[in-house]
């Protein structure tokens, strides 16, 4: 099993930015799809974005525009740049590899957007 942390969480206006890391305990080289998920309260956990080993990018449409999603395979870590917060995009976020169906979990890492 991959251990993955994640990092970058916090309180932030609406319309600031955060940067999200998620290092991963082995190298993510062979890991075919990175992604990030999130969980607002009373709301089932849903796809943020994801990206594949050859590079290509997939973003859930309420976040497109908004969030970019990047891989550094050399660094082991997965990054969400989140520029244009709403309120609505506070929840606890979380790294995955390998997909959702067998794949690893981070812990999660809090984003609250609020003034």
């Known amino acids: 099993q991959v251990q993955l942390v994640e990092s970058g969480g916090g309180l932030v206006q609406p319309g600031g930015s955060l940067r999200l890391s998620c290092a991963a305990s082995v190298s993510i080289w062979s890991i075919y799809i990175m992604g990030w998920y999130r969980q607002a309260p009373g709301k089932q956990r849903e796809l943020v974005a994801s990206?594949?080993?050859?590079?290509?990018?997939n973003y859930a449409d309420s976040v497109k525009g908004r969030f970019t999603i990047s891989r550094d395979n050399a660094k082991n870590t997965v990054y969400l740049q989140m520029s244009s917060l709403k309120s609505e995009d506070t929840a606890v976020y979380y790294c995955?590899?390998?997909?959702?169906?067998?794949?690893?979990w981070g812990q999660g890492t809090q984003v609250t957007v609020s003034s």
């Open positions: 990206i594949i080993s050859g590079g290509s990018r």
């Open positions: 995955n590899a390998g997909g959702i169906a067998n794949g690893s």
